[in-house]
């Protein structure tokens, strides 16, 4: 018995239901894989069923890389490494499929890792990724609800999102205090060019800075009161920052480069 490491928010997939459902959500005979924190491997072996062309695994822990490693042999290519520290986009020239059953401390740090950095053409075709149910309720999140924030902004810039199922904690081995959910990314054709993500995020921070507030202040701040942008955009600023949609966000950062630029 493997003991689970808590640093390294180790809680193993082991429904079996949950495991195939993951594993069919789309086909992937013949594609390139990387999945994120395999651990013990139980998704993986399901998924090297399929018939995958290729497998990357990028898995932290040199313990269970070894195991992984004796289990899985020639089938996986095993990358002992930390997730925040690799750059994705030079794995593979075709664009990966990526599954994880994400470290839950980490999890969003990696999704805004992926989209800040993301270019013209992403280096991944879908991404589906388990999340703590509360983080990916926030990602899902439209505007005029409690939840939406920086983060359904930002993924939702780039990315097409779905949830696919809710997972019970009791799915997991040791049983996760909270309970998850799959979600489906696909990478948008139709998106609002910027010439840095990063803007977007500055844009959104200074916004929720306080969610109950006007937005006449964070406007002000970032803007400097210039009102041809309001006027242009429709922008009420009686307004409290989870009353604008994704567009709105979008263009304000637009306009938010123009006049840097
Ligand atoms: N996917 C497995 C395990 C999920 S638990 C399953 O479903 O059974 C999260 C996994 O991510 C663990 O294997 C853990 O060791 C690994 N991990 C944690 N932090 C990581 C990091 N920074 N980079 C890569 N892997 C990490």
């Not at 995958?52 to 002992?80: A, G």
């Not at 690799?86 to 020239?93: A, C, G, Q």
């Not at 992926?114 to 149910?133: A, C, G, R, T, V």
């Not at 005029?144 to 920086?150: A, C, E, I």
Request: proline share 4%.
């Amino acid at each position: 018995m493997i003991k689970a490491k808590k640093s390294l928010g180790q809680n193993f997939l082991v429904d079996k239901n949950i495991i195939n459902k993951i594993s069919n959500i789309i086909d992937i005979q013949n594609k390139t894989i990387l999945e994120i924190g395999p651990g013990t491997g139980n998704l993986t072996s399901s998924l090297l069923q399929r018939n995958p062309k290729k497998f990357y695994v990028i898995e932290k822990d040199n313990s269970l890389s070894l195991i992984l490693k004796k289990e899985f042999q020639e089938q996986i290519i095993i990358i002992n490494d930390d997730i925040l520290d690799i750059n994705e986009s030079t794995l593979s020239k075709e664009p990966l499929i990526v599954f994880g059953n994400l470290p839950y401390n980490i999890s969003t740090e990696i999704l805004c890792k992926w989209i800040l950095n993301i270019k013209q053409d992403p280096w991944f075709e879908y991404l589906i990724l388990m999340f703590q149910k509360e983080v990916a309720d926030r990602i899902i999140s439209k505007f005029n609800t409690k939840n939406y924030g920086r983060l359904s902004i930002l993924a939702n810039w780039r990315l097409d999102i779905e949830k696919i199922c809710d997972v019970k904690a009791n799915s997991f081995l040791p049983i996760p205090k909270v309970d998850s959910s799959v979600l489906f990314f696909r990478p948008k054709k139709r998106f609002l060019n910027l010439n840095d993500p990063k803007n977007l995020e500055k844009i959104t921070r200074v916004f929720f800075m306080h969610r109950r507030k006007m937005i006449k202040k964070p406007y002000n701040q970032l803007f400097n009161g210039n009102n041809d942008i309001i006027s242009k955009l429709k922008v009420n600023l009686n307004l409290r920052p989870q009353n604008l949609n994704f567009e709105t966000y979008f263009n304000l950062t637009k306009e938010y480069e123009k006049l840097r630029s």
